[in-house]
T-cell receptor
Framework: QKEVEQDPGPLSVPEGAIVSLNCTYS??????FMWYRQYSRKGPELLMY????GNKEDGRFTAQVDKSSKYISLFIRDSQPSDSATYLC????????FGKGTRLHILP | NAGVTQTPKFQVLKTGQSMTLQCAQD?????MYWYRQDPGMGLRLIYY???????DKGEVPNGYNVSRLNKREFSLRLESAAPSQTSVYFC???????????????FGPGTRLTVL
């Protein structure tokens, strides 16, 4: 089983909708969980990271970790066309392990 | 402050040719990384350098060599390119590697390599 599983999409939603992006992971010992955003033809950039379980909010973005089900989520409220990108979840093992990324399209 | 820079941006090679991808960072980071990104495969670590003078293999090191030239620069060399090495290559850096502690990685813009 892969360390981190992520649906590659693409996911298309209308502008203003709430977006939910999800990943599952295999090892309950993982403590750090990250979300990177990657625009087309650019390098990934860190969006948010959380330590252990619970929620973390930053503006329109909320990262959520459910350690009991080994599930991590990123919610985007009031989605904008500028949010169109690939979103990669990642966990910290002895190295950072990335999911394959979900392509998100916000339709104007 | 340019962050992480990579050269070249694009490259086309023939099978068997060699080339070196260059990476530099100006954030005084100790640790640097090389990844490749392929459709459907995500980002995979090729090699990393935890600090100047050290290098270690990542998940997919075969066919590559690296050199940590100094604290700023970390190069990736393909000695005999193969079509399977067609990919987008990203360099990244972080302040340091501390076991079990997350340090944000900052990525360069990537090098798009095609091997014919």
């Amino acid at each position: 089983q892969k360390e981190v599983e992520q649906d590659p999409g693409p996911l298309s939603v209308p502008e203003g909708a709430i977006v939910s992006l999800n990943c599952t992971y295999s090892n309950s010992a993982f403590q750090y969980f990250m979300w990177y955003r990657q625009y087309s033809r650019k390098g990934p950039e860190l969006l948010m990271y959380t330590y252990s379980s619970g929620n973390k909010e930053d503006g329109r973005f909320t990262a959520q970790v459910d350690k009991s089900s080994k599930y991590i989520s990123l919610f985007i409220r009031d989605s904008q066309p500028s949010d169109s990108a690939t979103y990669l979840c990642a966990i910290l093992d002895d190295k950072i392990i990335f999911g394959k990324g979900t392509r998100l399209h916000i339709l104007p | 402050n340019a962050g992480v820079t990579q050269t070249p941006k694009f490259q086309v090679l023939k099978t068997g040719q060699s080339m070196t991808l260059q990476c530099a960072q100006d954030m005084n980071h100790n640790s640097m990384y090389w990844y490749r990104q392929d459709p459907g495969m995500g980002l995979r670590l090729i090699y990393y350098s935890a600090s100047e003078g050290t290098t270690d293999k990542g998940e997919v090191p075969n066919g590559y060599n690296v050199s940590r030239l100094n604290k700023r620069e970390f190069s990736l060399r393909l000695e005999s390119a193969a079509p399977s090495q067609t990919s987008v290559y990203f360099c990244a850096s972080s302040a340091r590697v501390v076991q079990g502690i997350y340090n944000e990685q900052f990525f360069g813009p990537g090098t798009r390599l095609t091997v014919l």
